[in-house]
């Protein structure tokens, strides 16, 4: 069962943990270059602050973005700012979206997200505890991914292995995690390939952030995923 009053708790504490970070380095850093090719610091939390708000469209029955130009025209719009105004509105726009779900609604309804994609309303605060979570590992200034919480951890690679699940550009595959949790991914047809490793590599590599050059893969190569 989805405890959506937990995700939105766990959304503020990942924030204020984020904005305890970023306060720390100064202007010059957030234009530096990020772990995200083509993006410095200031384009990540410009991202996160325009996608607060874009979930707020998506709790009030609002397209997510205009358009996926628009989305970016922003992002390119805000990544420039001193780091006073990036941190305000980080801030600012996290509180925007808090109160929107704070406001009584049906938790149990279905929301559109970005092209189109459809969800359970109680599934978008953890969408969003993603979003600040990756994103901080993504300013490269200290939180890595083995600093993510078990639960978090979990939570996402059952979410990215579900995704990935009857994928017809992958071959089976059989993630073991160093607990001895298997998880059944990628295409359906023959033996699976074992793939094994900590969590935190097995993360990594499932949302794109690692190569996975740390995991173990028997039976076949360690395969290539498709974008998300």
């Not at 850093?29 to 325009?50: K, N």
Request: proline share 7%; glycine share 8%; aromatic share 4%.
């Amino acid at each position: 069962m989805i405890d959506h009053a937990h995700d939105l708790a766990s959304v503020r504490d990942a924030t204020d943990r984020l904005l305890a970070a970023v306060a720390k380095l100064d202007n010059a850093s957030v234009a530096e270059p990020s772990r995200l090719p083509g993006w410095t610091r200031g384009h990540v939390l410009a991202h996160l602050a325009r996608n607060a708000d874009a979930l707020v469209n998506v709790f009030e029955g609002r397209p997510m973005y205009v358009s996926a130009e628009a989305r970016d025209g922003d992002i390119e719009r805000d990544a420039p700012r001193p780091l006073d105004v990036q941190l305000a509105d980080v801030r600012e726009s996290a509180a925007r979206l808090q109160e929107a779900a704070d406001a009584p609604a049906d938790w149990s309804r279905t929301v559109e997200l970005r092209n189109g994609v459809t969800d359970v309303a109680a599934r978008v605060p953890f969408r969003r505890w993603v979003e600040v979570e990756l994103h901080h590992v993504d300013l490269g200034i200290g939180y890595e991914l083995e600093d993510l919480s078990e639960e978090f951890t979990q939570r996402e690679i059952n979410f990215l292995t579900d995704r990935f699940r009857g994928h017809p550009e992958l071959p089976a595959v059989m993630i073991v995690e160093d607990d001895g949790r298997q998880i059944p991914t990628g295409g359906h047809e023959g033996d699976p390939i074992t793939v094994s490793g900590r969590q935190a590599d097995l993360l990594g590599w499932l949302c794109g952030r690692r190569d996975g050059s740390a995991l173990t893969a028997v039976g076949g190569p360690l395969p290539k995923l498709p974008p998300l």
